[in-house]
């Protein structure tokens, strides 16, 4: 009976005891946290990149459309109109072009 007692007071005190952890340094810490934004910048450098060189595949036209529409996006983001008033009021309206029906 005594022996169960031992056993079971040794066992108890071996799951109560509190396991030993490593925790990582602050010098860790920042260095990997230092790694993580360059691999950030190092991705937005190689989108930028690709962008840059997907523009200028394009013809001139093209180019100014995109620019064009990325500044519509904009505007529509910060909650105004795509186009200024006054481009509104003083410009012609673009029409369609319409197929000779036959």
Known sequence: MKRHILIF???FFLLNFPQISFSQDSKERQAVKELNKQ???????VEKELVRR????QKK???KRIKRSLREAERRK???H?????????NRKQ????????
């Open 78 to 80: 910060k909650g105004r």
């Open 95 to 102: 029409q369609k072009k319409r197929r000779k029906r036959i």
């Open 39 to 45: 691999k950030e910048k190092s991705q937005e450098e």
């Open 9 to 11: 007071c040794f066992l």
């Open 82 to 90: 795509p186009q200024p008033w006054w481009d509104r009021w003083f």
């Open 61 to 63: 036209e093209t180019r």
């Open 54 to 57: 997907h523009l200028k595949m």
